[in-house]
């Protein structure tokens, strides 16, 4: 099937980057949340992020930066917003209840032969599909943390996802100049798994007082040549987020996993990273 219109859920920070990100490579996009407001701010990032990394750089026009926000159209009624599209694309927040719902909704209201896909960075599609009648079309496309910038896709196979489903998406997320690796379904996938223990043993070390905030993620960047340090990304992805996906994992895997106890304290205190300002660092 051909790809040409795409419904995503969601216009957070993922989810209006995604549609950045589609919107660019050409697809129409139907960019759906809960009110005009979030959806408002949401496309004006878009159009910041165009203006200040794309067309500042030469590396798009103006009027091509236009036609990309004209390309992405705002919907705060899903149901409307997921009619004449072939793929789906869920970017709303990690709750496993909220997403079974969200699926079993839209497997209900979309064609057969739509393709329905999570962002989730953590939880496993097996579980997210397990209201839906068709868990076949149902399939994990993780983008990461700038979605227009960052060169992978992490796929991920659901006990129930098509060979087909799975072909089709694979060829949808080359088309955005990505790199594609395929996972089978498992908390934290390869890469949540991986950066999660990172983060947070580095708030760890920060709470045991091992260095300042700048030095672990000096030492961290220096170290390895990683382009930003862990409490730095923890920041930028969010720490509710991290918070999240750290009670996951560790139910999932164990006392391993357990998160720092500052991301709680920091969660409680709206310190959430890039997001409401203020994490680890000021913004
Ligand atoms: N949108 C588009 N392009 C951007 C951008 C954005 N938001 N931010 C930076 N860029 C571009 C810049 O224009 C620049 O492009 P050129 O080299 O062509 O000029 C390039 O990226 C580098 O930018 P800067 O020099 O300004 O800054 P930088 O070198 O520090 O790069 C960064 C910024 C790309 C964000 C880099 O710091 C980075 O890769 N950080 C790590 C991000 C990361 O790990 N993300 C994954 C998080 S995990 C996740 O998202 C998954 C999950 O589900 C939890």
Do not use: W
């Not at 496309?43 to 200040?52: M, P």
């Not at 196979?157 to 790199?179: I, Q, R």
């Not at 999660?196 to 390895?224: P, Q």
């Amino acid at each position: 099937m051909d790809i040409k219109k795409i419904c995503i859920i969601g216009a957070g920070i993922m989810g209006h980057g995604i549609a950045q990100l589609v919107a660019t490579h050409g697809y129409d996009v139907n960019l759906v949340d809960v009110n005009d407001e979030v959806l408002n701010k949401a496309k004006a990032s878009i159009e910041k992020s165009l203006n200040r990394f794309f067309v500042a750089k030469n590396k798009i026009t103006a009027e091509e930066a236009e036609k990309i926000l004209d390309r992405i159209s705002l919907n705060v009624n899903r149901d409307d917003a997921v009619k004449d599209v072939q793929m789906g694309i869920e970017a709303v927040f990690e709750d496993i209840t909220l997403k079974q719902q969200l699926f079993s909704e839209l497997d209900a209201i979309c064609d057969k032969d739509v393709i329905l896909a999570s962002n989730t960075s953590s939880l496993s599609i097996t579980d997210i599909a397990i209201k839906s009648k068709n868990p076949d079309r149902i399939v994990g496309i993780h983008f990461f943390n700038p979605a227009p910038v960052m060169r992978l896709i992490e796929l991920i196979k659901g006990k129930n996802t098509s060979d087909e489903v799975l072909k089709t998406s694979k060829k949808f997320s080359e088309s955005l100049n990505k790199t594609v690796v395929t996972v089978n379904d498992a908390p934290g996938f390869v890469t949540t798994r991986l950066i999660y223990v990172l983060c947070n043993e580095a708030a760890n070390m920060k709470m045991e007082g091992i260095a300042s905030t700048e030095d672990i993620d000096i030492a961290c960047k220096l170290a390895f040549n990683f382009p930003m340090g862990p409490l730095e990304l923890s920041d930028l992805v969010g720490n509710d987020i991290y918070l999240h996906i750290g009670e996951y994992l560790e139910k999932e895997f164990g006392d391993k996993y357990k998160p720092c106890p500052i991301l709680k304290e920091m969660v409680d205190k709206n310190l959430l990273g890039r997001k409401s300002k203020k994490g680890f660092y000021e913004y």
